[in-house]
């Protein structure tokens, strides 16, 4: 199968487009035949050796999946071969064929396309989780979102209009702004012109956002603390900025603020339960229409290092996705 490898850590020009072994499910995992993969931050991270963790040479980037059930392992009975499903794996996704476990694997709903898919899991799941599990963000609060035209970033900004919140959307360009405002958007904010910190105070009448969604840290991070309110919560998504910031914490006692961390990998690991009942939430509200991925472009899967590098350079609105069928 054909498949993007990584034999050292580098930028996405090292990785190479070429043939390696089909694997094999264990006994308690499933071989899919992948269609779609969608592109997220960790990817351009975990070929760089930045991630959370550094997987052994050679590997395949790429986490989120869909496709269709080509084998399954002996303990798996609640999965049939031919089946359509979406899958989250810590990598191993640019490749024809992927190795998920069953527990993390899902049944694609109808009428969603394998891109659509693909796009879905991760990003969602992570906006969800943190607005939901980790903020508990409620009716008529006010919350800001960092990076908001990105691929989580409008997950949040969707998730937050359906939960009740006004959303305050910041981002870096005019046009990923107007893309904001298509997603319901009540305000936004240029922080290439304009300082987050006075804006969010003008637009909440010196109050401040109850909710700070943060994925892209460096220097950004300390300028929405800035602006937080009374008890406020700032969600840590992410660096899509490269910088880890470092916090002045005097700012969380002034405000009787919290600084919360996001990691949904871990959470679905750790409460696969209450995982499993935010992603049949997400689905429902998609059945219905209330979610609409927004697809920026889809490369074939020996152009995924052009996805990455555009990634890496912020570029993108919204998702990104490896298309097999390109």
Not at 154 to 172: D, H, P, Q, R
Not at 285 to 295: M, N, S, T, Y
Request: hydrophobic share 45%; net charge neutral.
């Amino acid at each position: 199968m054909k498949a993007i490898v990584c034999r050292e850590f580098g930028t996405p020009d090292i990785l190479q487009y070429q043939e390696i072994e089909i694997p094999s499910p264990k006994k308690d995992e499933i071989l899919i035949s992948v269609k779609a993969c969608s592109v997220n931050f960790p990817d351009t991270l975990i070929i760089q050796g930045k991630y959370q963790f550094r997987p052994e040479f050679p590997f395949s980037p790429g986490s989120d999946v869909a496709g269709v059930i080509e084998k399954v392992g002996e303990d798996v009975r609640h999965f049939k071969i031919g089946a359509e499903v979406v899958g989250f794996i810590p990598f191993g996704g640019f490749a024809e064929k992927a190795i998920v476990k069953a527990k993390d694997c899902f049944p694609k709903p109808k009428g969603m396309s394998m891109v659509n898919a693909s796009a879905f899991l991760l990003a969602y799941g992570t906006s969800y989780h943190a607005l939901k599990d980790r903020a508990n963000l409620q009716k008529e609060e006010t919350i800001l979102i960092l990076g908001a035209s990105g691929g989580v970033g409008l997950t949040a900004l969707e998730l937050s209009k359906l939960m009740g919140a006004k959303v305050i959307a910041a981002a870096s360009t005019a046009d990923k702004l107007e893309l904001c405002k298509q997603f319901g958007a009540d305000e936004v904010i240029n922080y290439t012109e304009e300082s987050i910190k006075d804006k969010v105070k003008e637009l909440t009448d010196g109050k401040g956002v109850d909710v700070i969604y943060d994925p892209v840290g460096g220097h950004f991070s300390e300028l929405a603390l800035r602006a937080i309110a009374w008890k406020g919560r700032h969600l840590v998504i992410g660096f899509a900025n490269g910088e880890i910031p470092k916090i002045p914490v005097n700012l969380t006692l002034l405000k009787g603020a919290s600084i919360v961390g996001v990691f949904w990998g871990a959470f679905a690991q750790k409460e696969p339960v209450k995982s499993l009942e935010n992603i049949q939430q997400l689905l429902t509200w998609f059945a219905k229409g209330a979610l609409k991925p927004h697809i920026d472009k889809t490369y074939a899967l020996k152009d995924a290092p052009k996805a990455l590098e555009e990634m890496m350079n912020r570029k993108t609105k919204g998702k990104i996705v490896i298309d097999m069928e390109l």
